[in-house]
């Protein structure tokens, strides 16, 4: 096996930095060595099959995404990025492993959906990937499937309480899933927002002529997030469920999962970049040459982009900070403007859902270090350690230490990424939502259980270096 000496940087963990040198022996780290250190002999840099040179650099374990939808059916298309593609963004990014939603809708087997996510994938990806289990119909049969998710290596399931008629589950069908999470520990995942309610909100919308883009996020309005946060809270409860709460986009939401974790409930939330960066009034509500008004279709998920007004972006790095908020995934799932967005020109409701991030999450994150939201450690720990805890797979990824996969970026603070589509864009998308955006920092190398995938501006990894990562029990829960 090769041997590979990352020597002279600065590696970074979740609780501190310090310089040191990394040695990878074949796909994991076999040392982390202080410099000049003998312990593996007088001149160990003569002795491997090569040395990185990390002067001036952090050395960061490979960034964890953990909420991607390549190829999601949704609305009628499918997300644009493949695994193939999406994970060679992920990779141009710093992000050496994903964890993409298999997905189940009502009617279907939960097992037949696990299978087709596992085709879809299967030799396609760049980096490491493993599955959450969508359970968009949660009957008998799927409620006892759910029991042997463990033992396929998926120890998450995520339910909806929006998108009556696709996903959508009610009070009593969460109830039944979050009894099998307390029997099991199996992660409960929610998407938290109140669909019945927004889609009369959304009708009444339409109704009055009011379909641009902008108003997705009125229908979408943070209440609805509250209360579906609040109810999800209550059910878990009551249920003794572990609770996740998917991208938190309002700060009346973050209240109440600070709320339910004073009271010592088991509950967590991420959020995502749009959510600390973008808002309702400049991108939703934007107006360009070519789309016009429908300029902000652009930057429609759900939830939705928040009104900056209202402080909500400014909460969302607060919460960040006080670990009310326990991480940040991006929730990528793009969607071309052009045949895909454009579905709903006429009515907001029509637009697929979705963003496309997976290329950009450390970078933007790293410029919250570079603005002094966030400690350098933290970023760390934001996007990658938490991630491995919160999933099962600490020890394994998250962290740069003997044993461990040899995920390793090389981050150089003194370096430069311009964000756009004829800068760094690797996503198969024909725009970028974060088109314009400068960034403090670049990804300089990336190594994925021991190869170089990334250096120098090249890509040189290939289809089916990624492997399916079989997952325990979160790492995080007391």
């Given at each position: ?5 990352i020597?002279?940087g ?5 609780t ?17 060595l202080?410099p ?13 099959d ?10 960061i374990?490979g ?14 298309t499918f ?18 492993t ?11 087997r939960?097992q037949?959906?696990l299978?087709?996510w ?12 493993g599955?959450?289990?969508i359970v ?17 290596g998926?120890?998450s ?6 998108y ?7 009070d009593a069908q ?12 199996l992660?409960?995942m ?8 927004i889609?009369?909100?959304a ?7 009011k379909?641009?883009p ?35 986009s309002?700060?009346?939401?973050v ?5 339910a974790?004073?009271q ?10 749009q959510?600390l ?5 400049e ?7 070519e ?12 939830t939705p ?13 607060q919460?960040?900070r ?5 991480m940040v ?13 454009e ?5 907001f409701r029509?637009?697929?859902n979705?963003?496309?991030s ?6 933007l ?10 400690t350098?450690?933290r ?13 099962g797979?600490y ?6 230490q003997p044993?461990?996969d ?7 603070p ?7 589509v004829?800068?760094?864009?690797h996503?198969?998308m ?27 501006g090249?890509?040189?990894g ?12 979160s790492?995080?829960l007391?």
């Amino acid at each position: 096996m090769a041997t590979t000496l990352i020597t002279g940087g600065t590696v970074v963990s979740s609780t501190g930095r310090a310089p040191a040198d990394v040695l990878v022996d074949g796909e994991t780290i076999r040392a982390v060595l202080a410099p000049g250190s003998t312990l593996l002999g007088h001149d160990l840099a003569a002795s491997v099959d090569r040395v990185i040179d990390a002067t001036g650099r952090y050395v960061i374990p490979g960034g964890i995404d953990a909420h991607t939808h390549m190829q999601l059916p949704f609305g009628g298309t499918f997300a644009s990025d493949t695994f193939e593609t999406g994970t060679r963004a992920a990779a141009w990014g710093g992000t050496t492993t994903i964890v993409d939603f298999a997905v189940q809708k009502t009617g279907e087997r939960l097992q037949d959906g696990l299978a087709a996510w596992h085709e879809l994938a299967a030799g396609e990806c760049a980096v490491d990937y493993g599955f959450h289990q969508i359970v968009g119909g949660v009957d008998d049969d799927s409620l006892q499937a759910m029991r042997g998710l463990v033992d396929e290596g998926i120890s998450s399931f995520k339910l909806f309480m929006a998108y009556p008629g696709v996903f959508y589950s009610d009070d009593a069908q969460i109830l039944k899933a979050m009894q099998v999470s307390a029997e099991t520990g199996l992660m409960t995942m929610m998407h938290a927002e109140n669909g019945p309610a927004i889609d009369v909100i959304a009708e009444q919308l339409v109704a009055q002529g009011k379909t641009a883009p902008y108003f997705h996020g009125i229908a979408r309005a943070w209440q609805m997030e509250e209360e579906a946060t609040h109810r999800a809270i209550m059910l878990a409860n009551y249920t003794r469920a572990p609770l996740y709460v998917v991208h938190v986009s309002a700060k009346q939401a973050v209240q109440q999962l600070a709320w339910a974790r004073d009271q010592g409930q088991q509950v967590f939330g991420e959020t995502c970049p749009q959510y600390l960066y973008l808002s309702l009034e400049e991108q939703l509500g934007a107006r360009g040459s070519e789309w016009g008004d429908f300029e902000g279709a652009k930057w429609v998920c759900s939830t939705p982009l928040r009104s900056r007004e209202e402080g909500h972006q400014d909460h969302m790095w607060q919460a960040l900070r006080t670990n009310d908020i326990q991480m940040v995934s991006t929730d990528h799932c793009p969607f071309c403007m052009k045949d895909q967005k454009e579905l709903g020109l006429t009515d907001f409701r029509a637009i697929p859902n979705g963003i496309g991030s997976i290329e950009h999450r450390m970078d933007l994150m790293y410029q919250g270090v570079v603005t002094g939201r966030i400690t350098l450690e933290r970023w760390v720990e934001l996007t990658s350690t938490t991630p491995a805890r919160m999933f099962g797979m600490y020890g394994r990824k998250g962290v740069i230490q003997p044993g461990a996969d040899a995920d390793i970026v090389l981050y150089d603070p003194n370096g430069h990424t311009s964000i756009g589509v004829d800068e760094t864009h690797h996503m198969n998308m024909d725009h970028s939502a974060w088109e314009g955006f400068e960034i403090d920092g670049h990804v300089d190398t990336v190594m994925a259980r021991g190869k170089v995938i990334v250096d120098g501006g090249e890509y040189l990894g290939s289809k089916g270096d990624g492997r399916f990562v079989k997952r325990g029990l979160s790492q995080y829960l007391a």
